[in-house]
């Protein structure tokens, strides 16, 4: 191999000499001291562009759709994950099973110490649906009056049981009047025989100026108020429409929901001014021939008075205390089926019954859940439009006699 050094030549250049050839001295090469060269020649390196400075997004992939068969929170349907609803609590949060509250899933889920929840059945889900119903929010009072043609098919326990129900389950304030002018057993089914009535609470309507003066005229059913009327048919007087509006006036100041049983009869005074006024209507008839008849007697007395509309957004109410097993049931369902908005059945219940003071906690399941139906279609109704009805007679000014 042949080796070489750089030597300098005078004018400063260097050049390559052979040194392969020169005599050793001790296994060296003899001569001057070889000068390495620490830099020697190298490839040039390449220079690279500076990165552009916007990214080119074209160059990714395009994003994949959401899976529709995902096992994660959100449900299996196809979602739009561009759209802002996904971002919402239902879709983002992993919630557990309800609790169960009855049944052997409430006793497995108690004995587990909670680490085995069997969820709720169908029947608890659907009457947490109709709890979730009925606390529908209320952007304004609400009137509810419950009526009948003829009296004897549960009238009154309708307007009470409903009363109990929307007062236990909402978080506002409810008041159940009773406007029968024939000595109505309202405050005794919810609270017992005595107390003021409505007509002492007119007579002093002009000093009442908060809700606490107010309920020194009605007695509380849990957390219902109740207004009762004149037990004494000799002592009770029949209230005007005029007197009516103006009590229900009153108690709109102060109340959310406002329920009025209306007594027997459609013809009585108070029964144009409550029509008239009505939110909802609530049709009470039972399971047999002459219960139903009188039922939909209530709905052409309503259609003919002008009132068809409110008639076709009306619930029918079938009251169980009197039935027969020789009743086509079904036929009477699809015959208001046909001519109101809901129709609720109301099983036979050994408390309700006895017509004595009512309890909510002795209903049965079956009874409760239909009382809950009830108020669940009654809520429906929060804040849409009141049915058009006809100006009330007394709202119409007398003509000039001149």
Known sequence: MTAHHRRHRPDGRAEWADVSSRPRRGGRVAGPPVAVDDDPPTEPIPVIPP??????????????????????????????????????????????????????????????GGRINPGQ?????????????????LPA????????????????????????????????????????????????????????????????????????????????AGRLHVLGSEQEPAMGEAFSAEE????????????????????TGMVHSAMAATLATADSLVVVGSPTVDGANRASRTLSFLADEGYRVAAEQSIVVLCGDRHSPDVDRGLIRSHFATRCRAVVDIPPDPHLATGGRIDPALWRSATRDAWYLLAAHVADGFGAPSPAAPAPPFATPAPDPG
């Open 51 to 112: 990165a552009p400075a916007v990214p080119d997004w074209s160059r990714l992939p395009p994003p994949q759709p959401y899976p529709s068969s995902s096992t994660g929170f959100l449900p299996t349907a196809d979602v739009d994950v561009a759209s802002d609803g996904v971002l919402t609590d239902e879709a983002l949060v992993h919630h557990r099973r309800p609790t169960p509250t009855e049944g052997w899933r409430l006793a497995l889920y108690a004995a587990s």
């Open 121 to 137: 059945s169908a029947h608890e889900a659907a009457r947490v649906e109709l709890v979730h119903r009925i606390r529908r929010p």
């Open 141 to 220: 009072p609400h009137r509810v009056a419950v009526v009948s043609v003829k009296g004897g098919v549960g009238k009154t326990t309708v307007a009470a049981c409903l009363g109990l129900v929307l007062a236990e389950l909402r978080g506002d304030r409810v008041v159940v009047l009773d406007a029968n002018p024939d000595a109505g057993t309202l405050s005794e089914r919810l609270t017992g025989p005595g107390g003021p009535t409505v007509r002492d609470l007119y007579e002093d309507m002009p000093n009442l100026t908060s809700v606490a003066e107010l309920t020194r005229y009605t007695r509380s």
């Open 244 to 263: 009516y509006l103006e009590v229900t006036s009153l108690l709109e100041r102060f109340y959310n929901v406002i329920i009025t049983d209306s007594g």
